[in-house]
């Protein structure tokens, strides 16, 4: 680990697994402003107008991956994290601390290199220091560079009459336009490509193989995330959802809904690969089986 500048603001912790790294801000944040192989493209997106900013009052979106309180809401949600940002090693283990928000809510990032697996672990937390209890979760948001296509995974198909039951959610907001040529709806994968130029677009879904994928620039993005078994998600019961706009793609991850008492913490974990060099197959069937195979050598 070292401390750098970078992209206008003169402390981020940059951290090495194998060949690829990850930059986090230190002077507001925290964010992972970068995520690529070391000396290649970022993958995570930036925000031109909000690199370098600092301190105010007004929400900065400045890009990479956040931590944010779900469900969405504008008085909890979009909490500004422009301050400076405590940062400690424990281990293998770096802690990143902004300061309480204004509803008394402390987050915390908690990042490990494991080279042995390739991989980056991610512990979100949120603690409520508040006087009362709130019902939440942690949802892990990753902006993702424009350009490339998300794919996830459909439940597993079977056919009529072998399961008559519904196998898992797909939830839509007022802005998703399932004609919206940039989506592609097959029988075991879901694909949202990001186009210059177009407008938002968003679908959620319940995915019980805690696994996404986002290619571009050559390589792929590979994020696993948890799955619990008959827990309450938000949205109408997504544990993922992405995102997307005239700039960049957004990978995300939810818990379980929590109640969370007063000195309680609610806690989710990622894990991120970098598959470099690889690229999703274009057939439904095959892109299927090379996600699943992916998953299966890449644990969470």
Not at 194 to 215: D, H, N, T
Request: net charge negative; charged share 25%.
């Amino acid at each position: 680990m070292e401390i750098i500048p970078y992209g206008g603001w003169q402390h981020a912790a940059r951290l090495v697994c194998g060949d690829t790294e990850l930059i986090v801000t230190l002077d507001v944040g925290p964010r992972i402003i970068r995520y690529g192989v070391i000396g290649g493209p970022n993958e995570l997106a930036e925000i031109p107008g909000d690199l370098g900013a600092t301190g105010g009052t007004d929400y900065r979106f400045y890009g990479g991956h956040r931590l944010w309180i779900g469900p969405e809401d504008e008085r909890r949600t979009l909490q500004p994290d422009n301050d400076p940002v405590e940062h400690r090693q424990e281990g293998d283990t770096h802690v990143f601390r902004p300061p309480p928000d204004r509803n008394g809510m402390q987050k915390e990032l908690r990042i490990t290199a494991d080279v042995a697996a390739g991989r980056f672990v991610l512990d979100h937390a949120i603690e409520n220091q508040g006087a009362f209890a709130v019902e939440f979760t942690p949802w892990a948001l990753s902006v993702m560079a424009g350009g490339g296509e998300c794919i996830f995974p459909q439940a597993p198909f079977f056919p009529h009459p072998e399961r008559v039951l519904p196998a898992r959610p797909l939830v839509l907001w007022s802005y998703s336009d399932m004609s919206d040529p940039r989506w592609t709806f097959g029988k075991r994968v879901v694909r949202l490509r990001q186009v210059a130029g177009e407008g938002p677009q968003k679908v959620g879904m319940l995915v019980s193989q805690g696994v996404a994928a986002y290619a571009n620039h050559g390589n792929v993005f590979l994020k696993r995330f948890p799955f619990v078994e008959g827990a309450t998600y938000p949205d109408m019961g997504c544990n993922f959802e992405t995102f997307t706009n005239q700039d960049m793609l957004e990978v995300e991850s939810l818990g379980p809904l929590q109640r969370v008492e007063p000195g309680g913490r609610a806690l989710h974990r990622e894990a991120w690969y970098l598959l470099k060099g690889e690229a999703p197959p274009a057939d439904d069937g095959a892109c299927a089986a090379w996600l699943e195979a992916a998953a299966r050598d890449r644990p969470l």
